[in-house]
């Protein structure tokens, strides 16, 4: 298993609140994440999870991400776009 970091993001069809965001970043905090999107047409939160491979990560943090959520006022928009880095892949190519 490795450690992934993935970003989401869902868009709507209004502009998202501070307290929203707030609301958000509590609820990914238990997934070592964070939260984005106030003054936005959406929201988004990068997570942390283990997975085999970058496909399951994607699969496995969007399926958290829709789950805290769901634990938000946030309406439940349709992810638009997730992107996966491992943590092999953060600093591979610099020099120790």
């Given amino acids: 298993m490795m ?3 993935v970003s989401i ?3 709507g069809d209004r502009e998202v609140t ?3 965001v707030v609301e958000l970043a509590d609820a990914v ?3 070592n994440g964070i939260a984005s999107g106030m003054g936005t047409m959406g929201y ?3 997570i ?3 997975a085999e491979n970058s496909d ?3 699969d496995l943090a969007i399926d958290q991400f829709t789950k805290a959520v769901a634990r938000t006022e946030l309406p439940a928009w349709p992810v638009s776009k997730a992107e ?3 943590e092999d892949d953060d600093y591979g190519d610099l020099d120790a």
Avoid: H, M, T
């Fill in 9 to 11: 993001y869902a868009e």
């Fill in 44 to 46: 988004g939160a990068q």
């Fill in 48 to 50: 942390v999870v283990e």
């Fill in 3 to 5: 450690k992934f970091s």
């Fill in 56 to 58: 399951k990560a994607v």
């Fill in 84 to 86: 996966c880095i491992g």
């Fill in 18 to 20: 501070l307290d929203e």
């Fill in 29 to 31: 905090a238990r997934l």
